[in-house]
């Protein structure tokens, strides 16, 4: 009885190990097969996120089509995912330049990411840009850019690939936000507008969709802290991010077949291309 007494906590942890490992792997093969073979682009491809999301999804097998405005930065990490992933398993990433506050070129742009694969099932929304100062020292021809890159850039993109998935009555469309685009703090008036008007128009749009069977989501989360290093081949952990909100966990988000339940909470001024 007392050898018995001595093995059960042992044995009980040991069981649970099992359980949990089972669990994790049958996680991992249905968010693995829920990629397989879908045509994902993601703007911003070469920010921190952007780079773990391709990661993401160039491991579960998604056809990607990258887009950045560096075409040097997009090469760099085609380089690195194709030197980390089995190429009998993957498919060879397609690279777009885009620059999403260019809002006469978008329309040629998605036409162009068309033509990669004819469809698109999955549309990543992360490209951003952001802008620090106070009010009466931001011009109105910054407020201009920043409504263009964080709002009219995605809505634009999104218009023109909307009818290839409206054809399809199938598709996903997500949009990277911020929590801005909930809440205001001081300094920050031109960049939340943007993120505020981005989100009453993909939540909108979530509800006109619905009788199509497209989802649209929408994550906003808080700082991300990122490192925006380019990746060497195979070594992802040098520069992809590496912590960032719960609330925006990559894993979280691609788990069952990949559909986000959509959030119900949720001097003159210096201008960075990344996520807060």
């Given amino acids: 009885m007392g050898i018995l007494a ?5 044995l009980l942890l040991f069981g649970i190990s099992g359980i949990i490992y089972i669990y994790q792997t049958v996680r991992w093969l249905l968010s693995k097969s829920a990629v397989q073979n879908k045509v994902v682009v993601i703007t911003d491809a070469t920010s921190g996120l952007g780079k773990e999301c391709s990661r993401v999804f160039h491991a579960g097998g998604a056809r990607l089509v990258l887009c950045g405005r560096t ?11 194709i030197n980390v992933a089995d190429p009998s398993m993957t498919y060879a990433p397609k690279l777009i330049f885009l620059d999403i506050s260019d809002i006469n070129c978008i329309r040629d742009v998605a036409k162009e990411i068309l033509n990669c694969y004819g469809c698109v099932d999955i549309l990543i929304n992360n490209a951003s840009m952001k802008v620090k100062g106070a009010v009466q020292s931001i011009s109105l021809e910054l407020d201009k850019k920043i409504m263009d890159a964080n709002y009219f850039g995605p809505i634009t993109l999104t218009k023109a690939i909307l009818p290839n998935m409206i054809s399809r009555r199938t598709g996903q469309i997500v949009l990277i936000n911020s929590i801005q685009g909930k809440i205001g703090i001081p300094f920050r008036a031109a960049y939340a507008a ?19 069977d497209i989802s649209v989501s ?8 990122s490192y925006h290093r380019q990746p060497a081949p195979g070594n992802w952990e040098a520069s992809i991010w590496k912590s960032l909100a719960p609330l925006c966990s990559i894993h979280s988000l691609f788990q069952k077949g990949c559909v986000w339940p959509a959030p119900r909470g949720g001097g003159g001024g210096s201008l960075a291309h990344s996520k807060q």
């Fill in 6 to 10: 001595v093995l059960a906590l042992p």
């Fill in 71 to 81: 075409w040097e930065k997009l090469e760099t990490l085609y380089d690195a995912l």
């Fill in 194 to 212: 943007s993120k505020h008007a981005a989100v009453g128009f993909f939540d909108c749009l979530r509800a006109e969709m619905e009788e199509f």
């Fill in 218 to 225: 929408t994550v906003n989360p808080t700082f991300i802290c």
